[in-house]
């Protein structure tokens, strides 16, 4: 809870946060997809004749396959369009290299 004399977040933290919370929710769904569908067709009784998707048993195509794809399609989108680049204010500069850095080193005498 916030109080009152509590300083304002900072916008890249909560920049931060929101991306934290797509990545989250992106790996959840895909994760849940993945072991509720491969644990739920992926075994199957010696009386169950295999079916096949390009070549791969169907459980794996529609359980690890599929939501594979669709989670880098998914993550794609989300680094090109909702990752924010943010300047921040408290990084300096780097500094310059003087010539004697630039030859090896300072002579040691």
Not at 30 to 50: A, N
């Amino acid at each position: 809870m916030a109080h009152e004399h509590d300083p304002p977040l900072d916008p890249v933290f909560k920049s931060s946060l929101r991306e934290l919370k797509w990545i989250i929710v992106i790996w959840l769904v895909h994760f849940v997809w993945v072991l509720g569908y491969c644990s739920t067709y992926g075994y199957l009784t010696p009386e169950t004749p295999l079916i096949t998707v390009i070549g791969m048993p169907s459980w794996v195509f529609w359980g690890v396959f599929v939501p594979w794809i669709a989670a880098t399609l998914v993550s794609s989108w989300f680094a090109l369009t909702q990752i924010e680049d943010h300047a921040l204010p408290d990084a300096s500069p780097l500094p310059e290299k003087s010539e004697a850095d630039e030859k090896g080193g300072a002579d040691h005498e």
